[in-house]
């Protein structure tokens, strides 16, 4: 496994910016796929979860309405689509991978990979 996450930038408050992680090392079918991010000096928290069949997802509350998780398997290939952005979501999202697992979770100790991380910048 070796995800990389793309995407990432400088976006006015209000406006939407779509991230995209890849497996590179291999494919992402039958595993359950997660976003997170990490406040300046904080832990990182849930954003979103998606199972193996794309076909449940969860959101943290922050973000319900706002973000889109998904993902396509044949391109093992997971995205999050970002609209009505503003300065709280500025941090750096990472995406992760449970090998052991075809179903979402909010609990992140589950996730066995991540990837470097990729900056998000919301300026009002």
């Known amino acids: 496994v070796h995800l990389t996450e793309f995407g990432g930038g400088l976006v006015r408050s209000g406006g939407s910016l779509k991230l995209s992680c890849v497996n590179s090392g291999g494919s992402i079918r039958n595993k359950a796929m997660v976003w997170v991010r990490r406040p300046p000096g904080k832990e990182r928290e849930f954003v979103a979860a998606?199972?193996?069949?794309?076909?449940?997802?969860r959101y943290a509350a922050s973000v319900e309405g706002r973000f889109t998780i998904s993902r396509i398997n044949a391109e093992n290939t997971l995205n999050l689509e970002m609209t009505n952005l503003n300065s709280d979501d500025t941090d750096l999202y990472y995406c992760?991978?449970?090998?052991?697992?075809?179903?979402?979770?909010?609990?992140?100790?589950?996730?066995?990979?991540w990837g470097q991380g990729v900056q998000v910048t919301v300026s009002s």
């Open positions: 992760g991978l449970d090998a052991d697992s075809q179903w979402s979770s909010s609990y992140l100790p589950n996730y066995d990979y």
């Open positions: 998606i199972n193996s069949e794309g076909s449940l997802v």
